[in-house]
């Protein structure tokens, strides 16, 4: 793991911090589309904050290996590597929402071309299709705990949310609203029965079926970070 010194003075700043149960909820612009084959993770949204604060606007240099990200968040359980389990959960609709496909078309149309006959139904001129599974919905919610001031300064950064934007996908976002709960620890990561996040095995919480690679804290991307665990929507075991 990466650790950076630009990161330091919000590490010890967060874990000085008081953390307390939270719902978060974005509410978007109505009837937005949001493309659901990846769940939209709540601390990854506050480390994309923490990046810009702490790296003046700037990204981070490409790496093969993660970086430690602190986040306003109760950490749940640590990696040997030092990789965090954030209390956290992912993003799901709330409110009226409907499950849709959002169907992108690639068509060549050419004018000029050497080609004596340019086919469009193979090769490098092929029309083609490819289908997103999306959910319409104008608000989306998420449980952590964490600091309530701090969750809300970093989200005030984040303006729109959801992939494939260029596409006619993604969400506006209205307005954030951040609110105290009840929640607890279980509460978190299990919603009726089902994990609320990806969940990495050996953290004391285990899903239904073998552990598979996945990403399961920011940056989810990263395929050094994989570990073996459960998707979102996977049964607990009991």
Not at 203 to 229: D, K, N, Q
Request: charged share 20%.
């Amino acid at each position: 793991m990466i650790v950076l010194p630009q990161f330091e003075e919000l590490t010890q700043r967060y874990a000085e911090m008081e953390h307390e149960p939270l719902t978060v909820t974005a509410h978007l612009l109505p009837n937005s589309t949001i493309v659901n084959y990846h769940n939209l993770n709540l601390d990854a949204l506050l480390a994309w904050g923490v990046v810009r604060i702490s790296m003046n606007g700037l990204g981070l240099e490409t790496s093969t290996e993660p970086y430690w990200q602190p986040v306003p968040l109760e950490m749940y359980w640590e990696e040997e590597t030092g990789l965090p389990l954030w209390c956290s959960s992912a993003f799901v609709p709330v409110g009226d929402s409907c499950e849709d496909v959002l169907v992108h078309h690639k068509y060549t149309g050419v004018q000029f071309s050497r080609t004596k006959q340019v086919r469009t139904t193979v090769g490098r001129w092929q029309s083609r299709q490819k289908a997103f599974p999306v959910c319409v919905c104008d608000a989306l919610e998420a449980r952590c705990i964490g600091n309530k001031s701090e969750i809300e300064h970093l989200l005030s950064f984040v303006e729109v949310i959801g992939k494939r934007r260029g596409g006619g996908a993604g969400a506006v976002v209205a307005r954030w609203q951040v609110e105290s709960a009840a929640w607890d620890r279980e509460d978190i990561f299990v919603h009726d029965g089902k994990f609320a996040r990806p969940v990495p095995a050996g953290c004391g919480i285990v899903g239904a079926g073998e552990p598979s690679p996945l990403g399961w804290t920011p940056p989810y991307w990263l395929p050094s970070g994989f570990r073996p665990g459960w998707p979102a929507g996977t049964e607990r075991q009991v």
